[in-house]
């Protein structure tokens, strides 16, 4: 990847910026976009590690469409995946990178849109004991879908909000408007949740972050300890993620634009992100 990046830094053959205001100008981007997109997939399908497990065949057309057809609306990109399957670092990495670029990115995490449940925890001493009373902390009972619908709707038309915070102290409490997200061009949304019920039909590109089991359950329990989480109490959490994920988050998967190694190199994953934004700024007026 870092040869394609350096090869379109280097390049002498410049193109004229169309006029992104017309539809023939976007027309020329979709076209543009479609064509390097093209150009990853088939350098990652020579990867040792491939980052693209598998692309929605209409992806492309589709997303093409939205491109011309509203323009304005900022993009939302929904990553979902099991528990540990590397789908908060994988995003993270991704909006560093932007960072980096000074590339228009923002990025929500939908961990904090679960319930306050300050008051169930106080009730049955933790949230251990919550759980193992029944509380089903993965299912979409549990989220603030209904404010989640109306932040993305909000961002998609350019609306800056403030987020609720999710505190992940074991007090359950969830801190209103308390994270600022700005709604720039491209906004990244990750959790669990995002493909629950109609939230799904809110984003144009929806991405699926797969695992390897035992990847996935080395670096659940790695993160347990690193929480200080005895390794029953882990072992009995992954009992508990494994039920959950069958139930709700893996059925999404068949809903997936793209579906994602989550076990690629995280500086592959920058290495794309640098590629289009080397392709996307070649343009001169």
Not at 215 to 223: G, L, T, V
Request: charged share 25%; glycine share 4%.
């Amino acid at each position: 990847m870092q040869v394609l990046i350096e090869k379109e830094q280097n390049s002498t053959d410049k193109i004229i910026k169309p006029d992104f205001s017309t539809k023939t100008g976007r027309e020329f981007l979709a076209f543009y976009l479609q064509t390097k997109f093209k150009q990853i997939l088939a350098h990652d399908r020579k990867s040792e590690n491939p980052i693209f497990l598998d692309v929605n065949p209409n992806f492309i057309s589709k997303f093409s469409r939205r491109i011309i057809e509203n323009p304005t609306k900022k993009i939302l990109i929904g990553v979902t995946g099991e528990s540990a399957s590397g789908k908060t670092t994988i995003c993270k990495t991704i909006k560093e990178t932007s960072i980096k670029l000074d590339f228009p990115l923002e990025y929500l995490s939908i961990d904090n849109y679960f319930n306050d449940i300050s008051e169930l925890i106080k009730k049955y001493g933790s949230f251990d004991n919550l759980r193992d009373n029944g509380y089903d902390v993965d299912s979409p009972q549990s989220f603030q879908l209904e404010l989640l619908k109306e932040h993305l709707t909000k961002l998609a038309a350019g609306e800056d909000i403030m987020a609720p915070q999710y505190l992940i102290n074991g007090t359950g409490i969830s801190v209103k408007n308390a994270i600022p997200i700005k709604a720039k061009k491209m906004i990244v949304v990750e959790g669990m949740a995002a493909m629950y019920g109609d939230i799904k039909d809110l984003f144009d590109v929806k991405v699926y972050i797969d695992i390897d089991r035992k990847i996935q359950k080395k670096w659940f329990m790695a993160r347990a300890a690193k929480r200080n989480q005895d390794e029953e109490n882990a072992l009995k959490h992954w009992g508990y993620v494994k039920v959950a994920a069958e139930k709700y988050i893996i059925p999404s998967k068949s809903d997936a634009d793209i579906i994602i190694n989550g076990a690629a190199s995280l500086d592959y994953f920058s290495q794309i992100i640098e590629f289009m934004h080397a392709s996307t700024n070649c343009f001169v007026s």
